[in-house]
């Protein structure tokens, strides 16, 4: 699966972070007139999901992934039995030049075909690898509007300013309270309106 976007994702999410932590920080500042202290009393709450628990638990992107691998395994078994098929042609093809049941003209011509079937199992198997990318994408995107979705619904009765993604590797949180981790809710509320 294609990095790129996960990498921009985060890049901006730490951006995002920065400029929120330089805004609302609630450090004091001092003013020139009589050096009161000015704090941030925005009331910003704020949350965050760990995605990849998340899409563990989520029984719809489970459903959905299993699909998908399905669909992959039996495009994957297509292209081998049609290339296992290919090589017993072949085989065949030099067994019966060797004894002299075919003539060199016809052999010729046999593997001409055989060099044609296997290309066009090559270009078959670039394009199963481009529909999975492709595929792959569609799902996660599919997934992350569920989730989004679902967080416009929840936050609804519960009124964060802010609620960020986090995940196991790559995240932009490195710390943070564990009263703020919300996913267990989004799981909770997510698979019961899947049923």
Same mark, same amino acid.
């Given at each position: =699966?294609?990095?790129?976007?996960?990498?921009?994702?985060?890049?901006?999410?730490?951006?995002? %972070?920065?400029?929120?932590?330089?805004?609302?920080?609630?450090?004091?500042?001092?003013?020139?007139?009589?050096?009161?202290?000015? *704090?941030?009393?925005?009331?910003? @709450?704020?949350?965050?999901?760990?995605?990849? @628990?998340?899409?563990?638990?989520? +029984?719809?992107?489970?459903?959905?992934?299993?699909?998908? =691998?399905?669909?992959?395994?039996?495009?994957?078994?297509?292209?081998?039995?049609?290339?296992?098929?290919?090589? +017993?042609?072949?085989?065949? %093809?030099? +067994?019966?030049?060797?004894?002299?049941?075919? @003539?060199? @003209?016809?052999?010729?011509?046999?593997?001409?075909?055989?060099?044609?079937?296997?290309? +066009? $199992?090559?270009?078959?198997?670039?394009?199963?690898? %481009?529909? $999975?990318?492709?595929?792959?994408?569609? =799902?996660?995107?599919?997934?992350?509007? *569920?989730?989004?979705?679902?967080?416009? $619904?929840?936050?609804?009765?519960?009124?964060?300013?802010?609620?960020?993604?986090?995940?196991?590797?790559?995240?932009?949180?490195?710390?943070?309270?564990?009263?703020?981790?919300?996913?267990?809710? %989004? $799981?909770?509320?997510?698979?019961?309106?899947?049923?």
């Amino acid at each position: =699966m294609n990095k790129l976007p996960i990498i921009i994702s985060v890049v901006a999410l730490m951006a995002v %972070i920065l400029l929120f932590v330089d805004r609302f920080s609630g450090e004091s500042k001092k003013t020139n007139s009589n050096e009161t202290t000015v *704090s941030n009393t925005d009331g910003i @709450t704020v949350a965050y999901v760990k995605f990849d @628990t998340l899409l563990d638990a989520y +029984r719809y992107y489970n459903e959905k992934k299993t699909e998908f =691998m399905q669909e992959q395994q039996m495009k994957e078994i297509n292209l081998d039995s049609r290339y296992k098929a290919l090589q +017993r042609k072949a085989y065949e %093809i030099q +067994r019966k030049v060797e004894g002299r049941m075919m @003539t060199p @003209t016809k052999a010729q011509k046999k593997q001409e075909e055989l060099a044609l079937e296997q290309q +066009r $199992i090559m270009q078959d198997k670039q394009m199963y690898e %481009i529909e $999975i990318m492709e595929s792959k994408q569609e =799902m996660m995107l599919e997934m992350l509007d *569920s989730v989004k979705n679902y967080l416009k $619904i929840y936050n609804t009765t519960h009124n964060f300013s802010i609620i960020f993604a986090t995940d196991t590797i790559g995240s932009a949180i490195m710390l943070a309270q564990d009263k703020m981790d919300i996913t267990n809710d %989004i $799981i909770i509320g997510l698979n019961n309106r899947y049923k």
